[in-house]
């Protein structure tokens, strides 16, 4: 009697996944690392000026380690590639990079965060001879061992 109880509620579930009333999809976010905790004061993600997407949360890792998932939107996406970094400036999350090329960045790959703009700077002057993204990348994956448990 009870496995006839549930094939109602299971059936009315599937249908309405077919037709599309629910969306079973999730959204795709970005994991920006920091070695130390961000100040962040607003929920925005810009580039250029520009507000190009939210940050969707924030977890505590290993140490000071700290990962921010964030959200950007459609148009903007194509700016998030291999050699896209972040900083914080006046309380908000920037987009930079740090090669001049980069190609299609995944949404489990990891990415370098800077608690400045001056950190960033330094950064680049630090790994001139070398491919910064590469160097970044690195960090960011090292980083990403240190949030334990946590997926991407």
Do not use: W
């Not at 599309?20 to 970005?30: A, E, F, H, V």
């Amino acid at each position: 009697m009870r496995r006839k109880s549930l094939r109602l509620p299971l059936c009315c579930l599937m249908m309405a996944t077919l037709l599309g009333c629910i969306d079973s999809k999730t959204p795709d976010l970005y994991s920006v690392l920091f070695s130390q905790p961000p100040l962040l004061y607003q929920q925005g993600v810009y580039a250029d000026g520009a507000l190009i997407g939210a940050v969707v949360s924030t977890e505590a890792g290993v140490g000071n380690a700290v990962k921010i998932a964030i959200s950007i939107q459609d148009e903007f996406k194509s700016m998030m590639t291999t050699h896209t970094v972040f900083y914080v400036s006046k309380g908000r999350l920037n987009r930079s990079t740090v090669d001049s090329f980069g190609g299609d960045l995944a949404y489990d790959t990891p990415i370098l965060g800077f608690g400045s703009k001056l950190s960033m700077t330094l950064f680049k002057m630090k790994t001139l001879l070398t491919r910064s993204s590469a160097v970044a990348g690195r960090q960011a994956k090292f980083l990403s061992g240190q949030m334990g448990s946590a997926s991407f």
